[in-house]
């Protein structure tokens, strides 16, 4: 059976107290032996939940960070495609200007406070484009073709 020196190319130490731990600490391995413990720092990681949207939906885009995330369009069924704006603070959703035009299957790119969404379904396909600034979208330059299903990257002046 394998030892952890022939492991790890190295033996375990042996401390008195444990160390202070820091950043750079994961992974360390120790004998305490004052309490005859054998003890290990491995970061454990998870997932954790947020608040729900306002408006459950499906086929809507997103944009922005964990902390200050953006959600546009959808559809709800019935009544069919929303123009339902949230925006996400990291806790909870609350409500943000609305889209000018109702759609679903649309992308989006950019930030909470400057953003863009394209393209979508209404139906028919469309080739709309919508700015956001933080509380209201505007009309912006709009695809050549219309489209649905699209995928967006980038911020609202480098999409």
Known sequence: MADYSSIKGNRVQYLTSDPTLDSNSEGQVWYNSTTGSLKGLVQIKAWSSGGNLGTARQAGTGSGTQTAGLMAGGYVGPPGVVNATEEYSGFAWS??????????????????????????????DTNVTEEYDGSSWTAGGNLNTARRRLFGTGTLTAG
């Open 95 to 124: 409500a943000g200007g609305n889209l000018s035009t109702a759609r679903r299957l649309l992308a989006g790119a950019g930030t909470q406070t400057s953003s863009i969404v394209f393209g979508g379904f209404i139906p028919p």
